[in-house]
């Protein structure tokens, strides 16, 4: 007797490949789904979009175009087309891509945002970045995106205007609305409209970490110090590894004199030094212009992105460790043995950083900054980070006048009724990496003269 057999489900197995993180497995198991469903145009799209995921931007366009073949005209596989396309530098073309994904949804957020973002780092044009929002329409998702775009170009009022204009329309109330306002009624030095607005995020979604957070800087920015670290700790009770949150308790300790800010002032949790130059280089200064130049060549751009740190200077918008070009693939072959020897010398404790320490670790994004003359990093932390980095390649000659273009720890990122100083500096090197941990505030300090400033920076987390 004979049994019938139902054939394998590869787009379930794929989803749940997907889910738990396997995206190689996933991208093995559309490309069986595509197979068995040769004329879906679906699952071209699931895979293409997983290869877009995986840095494979060359096979997402092929994935993609044959969706398009098949039929699928779906906004959201003209947005995993154009995507790629842009990984792949063709910008023209992923330009009308991101059009053609419009012209199908016309309040597509995401896709406004990506065209949006495409158009300001190619151009540093405001007027460019916003040619497409300003004819879309008038929906909160999209005047998220307008503010976005505003506050890139340092228009926080205007951006303000906008949100606020969204939030007198907007019903039900929408929490990141809110959130936006209190974040860009802080920069313009309205602490009292910060905390209105984050207090009204929060009571629309009271168990909402960003809404929290978003109160604590506006009680910090209004000096109620006592309430910030009350807030912060319940946060961090919740979410142990909320490095946003961790950031803002430090600040409020540091504002305290509280003793407990020691956790994160520990010298100790910020390693620098230099590093092996990998095999195959001659020396240091060959390898490093070897880096340079492949560098180089994915810095296509005029400005920052959207809600970023830098100033003056541009992305990359690739994960470096997903690019096959052989001076990148042998830094992170090098860098590896680098992290291993200092999570080792990390070692264990109870402070928020090295409780997490298991001895192993995974990259959780790479990219590189090209800073021009005068730019800097504003002070920042990486929430989705453990520990994070710079990496130096090439550095102006400014970096020798203290403190021009040197990294600098634990001043706050954000308005403060008593401003902080940083807690040290690290002066950059060629060839030197620095790491510390994502929670901590670091930023660059402005600095002159004609040379760019370019480095590498990665984020790792406990595998």
Avoid at 19 to 45: F, I, M, Q, T, W
Avoid at 258 to 270: E, F, I, K, N, T
Wanted: glycine share 8%; proline share 7%.
């Amino acid at each position: 007797m004979t049994t019938n057999v139902p054939p394998p489900d590869w787009a379930a197995q794929a989803a749940a490949l997907k889910a738990a993180g396997d995206l190689p497995g996933a991208a093995r198991a559309y490309a069986r789904a595509a197979a068995a469903r040769p004329n879906s145009a679906v699952a071209e799209h699931n895979l293409a979009s997983t290869l877009g995921d995986l840095g494979d931007f060359a096979g997402a366009v092929e994935a993609s175009g044959r969706a398009f073949a098949k039929g699928g005209e779906a906004p959201e596989t003209w947005l995993v087309h154009a995507r790629a396309l842009q990984g792949l530098g063709r910008l023209d073309a992923a330009e009308a891509a991101f059009a053609q994904a419009l012209r199908r949804r016309p309040d597509y957020a995401v896709a406004h945002r990506d065209l949006a973002q495409l158009r300001w780092m190619r151009s540093a044009d405001p007027a460019a970045a916003m040619r497409a929002l300003n004819a879309a329409p008038d929906t909160p998702d999209l005047a998220l995106v307008r503010a976005a775009v505003l506050l890139a170009s340092g228009d926080a009022h205007r951006a303000l205007a906008v949100t606020r204009a969204a939030l007198a329309k907007a019903a039900p109330v929408m929490p990141a609305l809110h959130l936006m306002a209190a974040g860009l009624a802080g920069r313009i030095g309205d602490p009292a409209a910060q905390l209105a607005h984050a207090t009204a995020a929060l009571q629309a979604a009271p168990g909402s970490a960003d809404a929290a957070r978003a109160a604590v800087e506006a009680l910090l920015h209004l000096d109620r110090v006592a309430e910030a670290s009350a807030l912060a700790a319940r946060i961090v009770a919740a979410h142990p590894d909320d490095q946003s949150a961790l950031s803002l308790l430090h600040t409020a300790w540091r504002l305290a004199g509280d003793p407990q800010a020691g956790a994160l002032d520990d010298p100790a949790l910020v390693s620098a030094g230099i590093v092996d130059t990998p095999e195959g280089w001659r020396d240091r200064a060959t390898f490093l212009a070897d880096l340079a130049d492949a560098l180089a060549a994915l810095h296509a751009w005029h400005t920052h992105p959207l809600e970023q740190s830098l100033r003056h200077g541009s992305q990359t918008q690739v994960d470096l460790t997903r690019v096959d070009t052989p001076a990148i693939r042998a830094l992170f072959a090098t860098l590896e043995q680098e992290i291993d020897r200092r999570v080792a010398a990390l070692g264990h404790g109870d402070d928020p950083v090295r409780r997490r320490n298991t001895g192993r670790w995974r990259f959780a994004g790479a990219w590189s900054v090209r800073l021009l003359p005068g730019g800097f990093h504003t002070d920042h932390v990486h929430p989705a980070g453990w520990l994070s980095s710079a990496f130096y390649v090439a550095l102006p000659d400014a970096v020798a006048r203290e403190p021009e273009g040197w990294l600098a720890f634990g001043r706050a990122g954000i308005p403060l009724a008593r401003p902080q100083e940083p807690i040290r500096h690290v002066r950059p090197q060629p060839g030197l990496l620095a790491l510390f941990p994502s929670c901590l505030w670091h930023g660059t300090e402005p600095f002159g003269g004609e040379a760019a400033r370019l480095t590498v920076a990665f984020d790792v987390v406990p595998a």
